[in-house]
């Protein structure tokens, strides 16, 4: 894995432990040699991960809308900072420049990425792997619902388990380097 796009919160959330997480995972990379993909922002844990990977050493890679770049919320120390269309373009780009995503803590945004890096892998348009880091029980209840889905047969158990779930960023990092396996895409039903 030389790439990981971590989704996250644009805010830094209630609990100092968020933030400490975010820099965490920033350092892990950095010291694993592993760059960050990332939404480009300069807010909350975004900017917090963006911050970590950089001051230690990492390459860090923004994908940001037009939009967004111009109510100046993008990083402006990166190695690179792609500018795209809308929220579409991003994703894709974020997808296409990545071996792995990760989500941590966050909102809205964060949440409709993972579900979106989840739901394409299933359909075969990828086959990069996906981790859910939680952090002080953040997670627990999405998790549960998520089961709840499985068993009320909306989702096959080869599906749900796809999402790999830790709360240790060093275990995250050890499963998806294992889970970049070169396979091809395929579909899971
Ligand atoms: P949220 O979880 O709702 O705070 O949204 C954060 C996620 O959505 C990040 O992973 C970003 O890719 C994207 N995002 C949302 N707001 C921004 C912003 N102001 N600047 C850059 N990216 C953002």
Not at 27 to 36: F, P
Not at 92 to 106: H, N, Q, R, V, W
Not at 132 to 142: A, C, I
Not at 143 to 158: I, N, R, T
Request: charged content about 25%; aromatic content about 10%; glycine content about 8%.
């Amino acid at each position: 894995m030389k790439r990981l796009a971590v989704y996250c919160g644009s805010r830094m959330g209630a609990k100092p432990h968020y933030e400490q997480c975010a820099h965490a995972l920033g350092t892990a990379m950095a010291e694993r040699d592993i760059d960050l993909v990332y939404g480009g922002g300069k807010l909350g844990l975004m900017g917090v991960v963006a911050d970590a990977v950089l001051s230690n050493g990492g390459q860090v890679f923004g994908v940001i809308p037009e939009a967004l770049r111009d109510y100046e919320v993008a990083h402006q120390a990166l190695s690179e900072l792609y500018i795209v269309k809308d929220m579409h373009e991003r994703k894709a780009k974020m997808t296409e420049l990545t071996d792995a995503f990760i989500a941590i803590p966050g909102g809205i945004g964060t949440l409709d990425e993972l579900f979106e890096a989840w739901t394409w892998r299933a359909l075969a348009y990828h086959h990069k792997p996906f981790a859910l880091l939680d952090v002080d029980g953040y997670w627990q209840h999405l998790s549960l619902f998520l089961d709840g889905v499985a068993q009320q047969k909306f989702m096959s158990d080869a599906r749900r388990a796809l999402l790999i779930e830790t709360d240790d960023i060093n275990d995250a990092l050890d499963q998806l380097t294992r889970a970049c396996d070169g396979k091809k895409s395929q579909f899971i039903w």
